[in-house]
């Protein structure tokens, strides 16, 4: 068997969600809420297996359609944020950003465990879930994986990660 490592890309017309969002910077600036027809596209390198495999596309594809369907048609909203508050008032969750307030139905929301939904976070989150997604299957973790996010047309953002440093970089 060759030593060589190989790279299996999978980037689908269905691996793409829309959801809205807004984020903090430079401290004291919040954007306008707005949303995107993000897309995702997830590389894994590693040697052939036994059947000349690096991975196997169609379960790369689900694993990450699964993933993908939970953000789509929804509010995406960061749960580490030093600058955004979020919290419940009945089916609602509210979201402060100093003097700014705006209010969502819970389930039309995804609280994502990040400081702010930045497409380089959401492409970490996805990256993260994946490899959770792949361990709970059973199946051997990649060498190296990849996980790119677009959020407009040319404006990718990618996450990245090898079993030698065991973290998304």
Request: net charge negative; aromatic share 10%.
């Amino acid at each position: 068997m060759s030593a060589n490592l190989y790279t299996v890309r999978v980037t689908k017309d269905d691996l793409v969600f829309s959801a809205g969002h807004f984020i903090t910077f430079n401290g004291d600036i919040c954007e306008r809420i707005h949303g995107h027809n993000w897309r995702v596209a997830v590389e894994v390198d590693g040697p052939l297996d036994d059947n000349h495999y690096v991975f196997d596309f169609i379960a790369l594809r689900d694993l990450t359609k699964a993933l993908v369907l939970e953000l789509d048609h929804r509010m995406l909203l960061p749960d580490r944020s030093p600058f955004i508050t979020v919290s419940e008032d009945g089916p609602n969750l509210i979201c402060h950003y100093q003097d700014r307030y705006w209010s969502f139905p819970r389930d039309e929301c995804v609280l994502l465990p990040v400081p702010n939904t930045t497409t380089e976070l959401i492409a970490d989150y996805l990256g993260v879930r994946l490899r959770e997604a792949l361990t709970a299957r059973g199946l051997t973790l990649p060498v190296a994986m990849r996980v790119s996010v677009e959020e407009n047309f040319g404006q990718w953002a990618t996450a990245h990660w090898s079993r030698s440093d065991e973290s998304i970089v």
